[in-house]
């Protein structure tokens, strides 16, 4: 009698008709039972709302005494003022109770019922297996023969990182320039990159398996192995049925790139032809076609990766879309230093400003063209230092160029000597000339020019101009040719000194009468 009464009183609790209870409905809350979900319930009766329902089902489950775990769990249908229910007890033990208001559109009360009985009926049987000691020991086991095995793995990963690292940095074959840059260093960057991902890949694999098993040796546990193998199988097969959709993109765009390949070779043969003389065209001269050939690459290659863009798998989506508009903005940003060097650096090409070889001063620095690029130029000094210079910086400023000369005359180099008034001007030109015609390098065939480039107040300015041989020893024959200059005034007693006065002199200084012209033999 008691016990009906219970059983009344339960179903009045699950169930209670409209016309009695106000009954609100509410989100599904799920009635979890070691790492189990036994029903879901959906029904707020009077006060109780369905995670109130939840938590009294809990409390009850967890009072059951341990001799009830192996009774067989009981289904009973119930009906109170017209509502069907079912009540789920073990050994008579009320347990919960479900009414058609908890079950979603189109599910059945008897078999959600009895669905919800068997799963319980599993969460007891876990529940009384993981008291066993023998489960216990042998989880115990097979974690701790899992954990050696992962160590191992780990350690080895850590072992062939290390070994391809090395390999990788070993790598010196040559690939060719791209853009006046060498694209060795960026593939070194990319390998590393790759093998750190592939490891850091295969270790995550390595715990996520590992953490499956030691998840799966336990009854309490062996639900979330189930979840995170489904997860593992549910990936394989979205990943599987991503690659065979993209395949035919993959093809398109394979296909763009050998053509792209093909025509950017053809490009480099008609530039390479262009730039040893070997094929010449009159709108374009052999200076500028390497320079041309790196643009018409990288317009290619752009326009290529334009065509293939829409093939490339996942370009449509909202992430590609997301990382392509993050890209421009970076573009965007950093760019407008590199444009300037770019354009800069096309201004020094098409307008010929100098070339590979030549021997170039561009404010304080001297020396011969090593590289010209598209964002620098690279001079070597003559003291073996290679200078670096911004393109924005050549075409901001004055550049000498010494390989650029008169081709029927030589090159020039030119030197200045500040002489006394004291001294008769045609000795002087005698004795540069003579400077001249002993210095090793100069062309004799070619007489030197002297000017009187000023009367300053103290001193006349006296440059001598002389023709050379060979423009890169330039500053050799300069320096013998300064050398000589001081041989020739010693020899004849001329001051090279310019004076300086602080007070008018007892007398002019002027050259004395009988002294104009007294010069040495110039040498036939």
């Known amino acids: 009698m008691l016990r009906k009464l219970l059983l009344l009183l339960a179903l009045v609790a699950v169930a209670w008709p409209a016309e009695q209870s106000a009954v609100e409905e509410a989100e599904p809350v799920a009635v979890t039972v070691w790492n189990r979900t036994i029903a879901e319930l959906r029904t707020s009766i009077d006060d109780l709302t369905p995670e109130e329902r939840v938590q009294r089902i809990r409390r009850r489950l967890e009072a059951l005494p341990v001799d009830l775990l192996v009774r067989p769990i009981e289904v009973r249908p119930v009906s109170v003022a017209g509502v069907d229910g079912r009540l789920l007890s073990v050994g008579g033990e009320l347990i919960m109770g479900l009414s058609q208001k908890d079950l979603g559109q189109g599910d059945d009360l008897e078999a959600t019922a009895q669905l919800a009985a068997k799963r319980l009926r599993e969460a007891l049987d876990a529940r009384i297996e993981q008291r066993r000691p023998d489960v216990l020991l042998r989880g115990g086991l097979w974690t701790a023969g899992a954990s050696v095995v992962l160590g191992l793995v780990l350690w080895l990963l850590v072992r062939l990182h290390r070994s391809f690292g090395l390999r990788i940095a070993a790598i010196g074959f040559a690939l ?46 062996s639900p979330l192995a189930g979840v995170l193998g489904h997860q593992v199988v549910v990936f394989l097969g979205y990943l599987a049925d991503s690659i065979v959709r993209s395949l035919p993109g993959l093809g398109m765009v394979l296909v763009i790139l050998i053509l792209t390949r093909m025509a950017a070779r053809a490009l480099d043969t008609f530039f390479t032809s262009v730039a040893d003389g070997t094929l010449q065209i009159a709108w374009m001269l052999p200076e500028t076609a390497q320079a041309t050939r790196r643009i018409a690459g990288i317009v290619l290659w752009l326009f290529a990766l334009t065509v293939a863009y829409p093939y490339i798998p996942g370009s449509s989506s909202d992430a590609f879309k997301g990382v392509s508009v993050f890209a ?68 901001g400023t004055s550049v000498s160029n010494f390989s650029r000369f008169e081709p029927s005359a030589g090159p020039v180099i030119a030197t200045t000597v500040t002489i006394g008034y004291d001294t008769p001007w045609r000795q002087v030109h005698a004795l540069l000339a003579l400077a001249a015609s002993r210095t090793a390098g100069v062309v004799q065939e070619t ?64 050259v004395p009468p009988g002294k104009h012209a007294p010069a040495p033999a110039s040498p036939d």
């Open 447 to 510: 007489k030197p020019e002297i000017l009187q480039t000023a009367l300053s107040d103290f001193y006349v300015e006296y440059q001598l101009r002389c023709r050379i041989e060979r423009v890169e020893e330039r500053l050799r024959i300069l320096s013998a040719l300064h050398a000589q200059i001081q041989d020739a005034f010693n020899e004849f007693g001329v001051q090279i000194m310019s004076p300086h006065f602080e007070c008018q002199p007892a007398q002019n200084v002027v």
């Open 328 to 395: 421009g903005l970076l573009l965007t940003l950093g760019s407008a230093g590199m444009v300037n060097q770019m354009m800069s650096g096309l201004v020094v090409v098409y307008s010929r400003m100098m070339k590979p070889g030549d021997l170039v001063k561009v404010g304080e620095v001297t020396g011969r063209v090593t590289e010209l690029g598209f964002l620098s130029t690279k001079v070597r000094t003559p003291t073996g230092h290679e200078v670096t210079l911004p393109n924005a910086i050549l075409t």
């Open 176 to 221: 060719p320039r791209v853009a006046g840059l060498d694209p060795l260093p960026v593939v070194r960057g990319l390998l590393r990159l790759l093998l750190r991902f592939t490891v850091w890949l295969a270790a995550a694999v390595a715990v996520y398996l590992w953490l499956t098993l030691v998840l799966a040796q336990f009854p309490y546990t």
